[in-house]
């Protein structure tokens, strides 16, 4: 199969991006939060973490754009992990330098990422249909202009909530079950735990052990002596995942313990579980030197997260949105 093309202004050329790569992509980054406002910050270290893994192929999944003087003013990446329920989903990030914008870097980068999620959906999974989503934060009008012009679709918002350590609910429990930090030792339960907890959310997959220990528990920011486990005789039932970005906390000066991801089995639901891991993980937080804690969800979410996470005071800093195109089956 030929190569997705690329199609730069004059002046501009494209390579792949190499690990050592992540600090230019780190200072890029940097540079456009000043104007984006997604609330993001990256480490050269946490972007290695992101890029250089089995999940990604750096050679054909990745672009890095520089100037005539060899400035990076861009890059663009279609990640797409290897398990999916509904929809192959391949993911499209990237960001232009806010002073180079506008001379249709960022379109020939979004072109190039589109022609590369369709070669990956062709070579991967043609008989499933596929979804090619990038995701906007409601502070990018250009990024939206641009999907939508792209013929992008709206198809999901999710908001980005805080609260902060202050004034905290009192310590749940619950009969019969213990509420215990993570441990190494249930990695494995607890990876399965997600995969039962997420069936019926959109865009969710079964986790590999892989995709897991890459986007998960494997990730440089996870902190297992913030997270908390709900376990009855044995069995993990209920999570929640903490990350701590200290990328955010030198930029920000205030360390938020995010919660990447809150489950709770099926069987296990009603019991009061989430309420009880989330208000355990805060106070753990709290005591660790946190100031914040975080965690997204999907405005449509099926087990009514929203109002547990705003009964618990957390409100909306940030909302972003998925813009999609879908792929029919190829056969």
Known sequence: MTPAPLTLPDGFSARPIRPDDVVAVAELLAVAEAVDDTGVHESPEDLAGWFVNEL????????????????????????APPTFRDAYGVHLE?????????RGIGRALLAWQLARGA?????????????????????????????????????????HMERPLTDLPPRRTLDGIDLVPFTWDRDEQVRLAHNAAFTEHYGSSERDVASWQVMFTGQRS????LSVLAV?????????????????????????????????????????VSKAVIIEAMHAAAVQDCQTSGLEVDSENVTGALGLYESLGFATARTQVSWSRRLDPLR
């Open 56 to 79: 990604v192929d750096l050679e054909q999944d990745t672009r890095l754009v520089s100037a005539a003087d060899g400035t990076v003013v861009g890059y663009a990446s279609t990640i």
């Open 94 to 102: 990237g960001r232009v330098l806010p002073k180079w914008r506008g």
């Open 119 to 159: 070669e990956l959906h062709a070579e991967r999974h043609p008989g499933s249909p596929a979804r090619l989503t990038a995701t906007v934060y409601t502070t990018m009008p250009s990024l939206e202009a641009m999907v939508r012009r792209a013929g992008l679709e709206q198809v999901r918002w999710f908001f």
């Open 222 to 225: 996870f902190r297992p002596d």
């Open 232 to 272: 009855e005789d044995g069995e993990v039932l209920g999570y929640a995942l903490a990350y701590v970005s200290e990328a955010t906390a030198a930029a920000t000066g205030s360390r938020e313990s995010y919660f990447g991801q809150i489950g709770v089995v099926p069987a296990a639901r009603g019991r009061g």
